[in-house]
Every structure is written in C-alpha cells, then in structure tokens.
C-alpha cells in the first residue's frame, strides 16, 4: 500500500537543471574549462561542492578550499539571478495536479532534494504548501545515493520506507531511493534510469490508479 510519495525537485517538479548548467557553463569556462551538456548530466542530483570537483576534475584543474568556495558561491549566484525570474508556469506539466491528487487521496507527500535553495524555490513557485514534510541540502550531511535525503523524508512523514514511492530523474537519485528500501519511479529516458521500477517521461496524464498498476505488477 502507497501511504507516502517523496519527489526530487530539480528535474522533477521544475525544469532547474538548465538553470544550474547555464551557471555552471558560465563559470567553466570562466576557468578556461569547456562545459558541455553532456557533462552535466554527470552533475544532477549531485551536490553543489561536488559538482564543481567535477568540473575542476574535466579541466584538470586542482584549488585550494578556498578558492573552491568562492566559485561555488560564485556560481550559486549566478543560479539565483536565473532562480529570481522563474514563474509558476516553469513548474513540469502535470507534477502539481498529480501531487493534488495523491494528497485528496490521502498520500502524504514530502520533498527530498540535494539542493541548498529548494524553500527558496518553492516558495517562487508557491507550491511549499503542497509539502507535509520538506528535507534539502540544507539537513542532510550524506548526498544521493545514500539514501539519508529519503529517510528523512520518510521519518518527518512517519511512513515505513516499504510504503514509499521515490519520484527521481537522477541515477544517483534512483539508487539512493533503492538504498532506502523504496520504490522508485524515474521521470525521464529509460536509458539513464534502468535500476528505477518504472520510468515515465513526466506527469501529463499520470495518475494514483497508473502508480498503483505499475507498483502491482512489479510484486
Ligand atoms: C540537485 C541538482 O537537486 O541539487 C544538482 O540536481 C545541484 O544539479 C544540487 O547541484 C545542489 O543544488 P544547490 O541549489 O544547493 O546548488
Ligand atoms: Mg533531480
């Protein structure tokens, strides 16, 4: 039995990802460091310090922890200033009826994301009240895969992980989901998400009834 769904936000509810590799494009090449868009599929649903080792690691490129810092602020900043003029309509087609839905329904639903600007975020788009329970990066110490984002979630929600479904569009994410002992559906190409137990493209037309056939038949 679904008695919780725990969503990722960047990717999931709302189209971030573009935002997060314009700045980081932005700040690459600042460095010298060509940035492509298939490096940044390296980078979802990983955390902003180690985005940038990632990159630092394309360009072969070693800093001290201070200047490590300031280009992540650098590039938090540069994110913000793209973050400040999202408006409602960049929310994903479908995510905010599907999670009305599954609420009048009973579902409690919680947000589980590496991000450290999610509040901000939700706040922009006006959907925190569509949260029982909101884990960021801001309270965890452990990033995706480790499943710490979800427990959490599935803690504050006081649900059993075995009746939680995981939303993700991130490998990490996927497997951190897995980790915890959850089901998990991927939102996005089937290719980069095997380990999920279903992948859809998104929500337009998704349904609880559809949620709970696939969870069915995978039992
Ligand atoms: C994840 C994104 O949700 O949050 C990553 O998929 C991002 O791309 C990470 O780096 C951390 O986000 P923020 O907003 O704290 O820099
Ligand atoms: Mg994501």
């Given at each position: 039995?679904i008695?919780?769904?725990l969503?990722?936000?960047?990717?999931?509810?709302?189209?971030?990802?573009?935002?997060?590799?314009?700045a980081?494009?932005?700040?690459?090449?600042?460095?010298?460091i060509?940035?492509?868009?298939?490096?940044?599929?390296?980078?979802k649903?990983v955390?902003?310090?180690?985005?940038?080792?990632?990159?630092?690691?394309?360009?072969?490129?070693t800093?001290a922890?201070d200047?490590?810092?300031?280009?992540?602020?650098?590039?938090?900043e540069i994110?913000?200033?793209?973050i400040?003029?999202?408006?409602?309509?960049?929310?994903?087609?479908?995510?905010?009826e599907?999670?009305?839905?599954?609420?009048?329904?009973?579902i409690?639903?919680?947000?589980g994301?590496?991000?450290?600007n999610?509040?901000?975020?939700l706040?922009?788009?006006?959907?925190?009240e569509l949260?029982?329970?909101?884990?960021d990066?801001n309270e965890?110490t452990?990033?995706?895969p480790?499943?710490e984002?979800?427990?959490?979630?599935?803690?504050?929600?006081?649900?059993?992980?075995?009746?939680?479904v995981?939303?993700?569009?991130?490998?990490?994410?996927?497997?951190?989901?897995?980790?915890?002992g959850?089901?998990?559906i991927?939102?996005?190409d089937p290719k980069?998400?095997?380990?999920?137990?279903?992948?859809?493209?998104?929500?337009?037309?998704f349904?609880?009834?559809?949620?709970?056939?696939?969870?069915?038949?995978?039992n």
């Open positions: 039995e008695k919780a769904c969503f990722d936000l960047d990717g999931v509810i709302v189209d971030t990802a573009k935002y997060h590799y314009l980081w494009q932005q700040l690459a090449n600042g460095l010298g060509s940035f492509t868009e298939e490096h940044n599929e390296l980078l649903g955390s902003r310090m180690r985005s940038l080792d990632i990159i630092l690691e394309l360009g072969n490129t800093l922890d200047e490590k810092m300031k280009l992540a602020t650098q590039k938090n994110y913000l200033s793209y400040q003029r999202m408006k409602d309509d960049e929310l994903l087609p479908g995510v905010k599907f999670i009305e839905e599954i609420r009048n329904k009973g409690v639903v919680a947000l994301s590496a991000s450290k999610a509040r901000l975020i706040k922009q788009l006006h959907i925190e949260f029982d329970a909101i884990i990066g965890v452990q990033a995706k480790d499943p984002v979800f427990l959490k979630g599935a803690e504050a929600l006081q649900v059993e992980s075995r009746s939680c995981v939303f993700e569009d991130a490998i990490a994410g996927v497997e951190a989901a897995k980790n915890a959850m089901a998990c991927g939102v996005g980069n998400l095997s380990e999920a137990d279903q992948v859809i493209s998104g929500f337009e037309g349904n609880l009834k559809q949620l709970a056939t696939f969870l069915s038949d995978k």
